[in-house]
């Protein structure tokens, strides 16, 4: 299983990106997305979820600002990211909880590789 980030970039300060994840390999489903960034020097923070049936979370300083969803039909999960801050200024990673087809009942997680968004003030 691979999952593969999209979308990043330089964007000034109010403007929008919006960040793709696809899934491929061997999935039966996807039961949950996350997304997380990570600025250097610091943890790892939870940004987004979204779960099997829609549920969603967001972390406060992104709540009303960023929307997360997904596209079974695509194993794909987006993260649309609208009036940008400099403070959002992160690498960002997507996380996968993925029911492999050849298993159909136990869940891995899956982290793609990062996808560098920047905001200028």
């Known amino acids: 299983v691979q999952l593969q980030a999209s979308g990043g970039g330089l964007v000034q300060a109010g403007g929008s990106l919006r960040l793709s994840c696809v899934a491929s390999g061997d999935i039966f489903n996807i039961s949950y997305w996350a997304w997380y960034r990570q600025i250097p020097g610091k943890e790892r923070e939870l940004v987004a979820t979204?779960?099997?049936?829609?549920?969603?979370t967001y972390t406060d300083s992104v709540t009303g600002r960023f929307t997360i969803s997904r596209d079974n039909a695509k194993l794909t999960a987006y993260l649309q990211m609208n009036s940008l801050k400099p403070e959002d200024t992160a690498v960002y990673y997507c996380k996968a909880d993925v029911v492999l087809g050849w298993d159909k009942k136990h869940a891995m997680y899956y982290w793609g590789k990062g996808t560098l968004v920047t905001v200028s003030s």
């Open positions: 979204i779960t099997g049936d829609g549920s969603t």
